[in-house]
């Protein structure tokens, strides 16, 4: 089990975030420093600390992670016009937060390769 972090607290309700989205597996919200119009977070509500301490086990919930931002997309209307999904691992991956995480990134053109 991951140490508990703010977006296990976000998930239990125990401090606030913008949330859009939350079912018993995941949980999405906007970021509190957005680096896009759209910038949301889509979390399991179990908390894996890292993309690597995810087992086989997790498969069926790392897929719900992307279908769910899949549909937040389409939703917030920015699926045509595109969007990025990020995936930060670990310190040289950006990983600031120990509670896997997907951004959703939309709302203007992103750049390539990333900095
Ligand atoms: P990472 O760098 O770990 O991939 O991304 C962590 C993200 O969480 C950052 O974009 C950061 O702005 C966001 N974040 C950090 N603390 C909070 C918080 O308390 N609330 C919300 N909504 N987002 C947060």
């Known amino acids: 089990m991951a140490e508990d972090t703010v977006f296990g607290k976000i998930v239990r309700g125990e401090i606030p975030a913008r949330i859009v989205y939350q079912d018993e597996e995941v949980t999405a919200f906007h970021d509190i420093a957005p680096v896009a119009p759209t910038h949301l977070l ?6 894996i600390r890292t993309l690597n301490d995810a087992t086989p086990e997790d498969g ?36 600031s937060v120990y509670h896997l995480h997907v951004h959703l990134l939309a709302g203007r053109k992103m750049t390539w390769p990333p900095g």
């Open 60 to 95: 069926a919930l790392l897929g719900k992670l992307l279908l769910t931002a899949r549909r937040l997309a389409h939703e917030l209307g920015v699926a045509e016009q595109g969007y990025r999904l990020v995936l930060n691992c670990n310190p040289d991956g950006g990983q």
């Open 42 to 47: 889509i979390v399991p509500n179990k908390p």
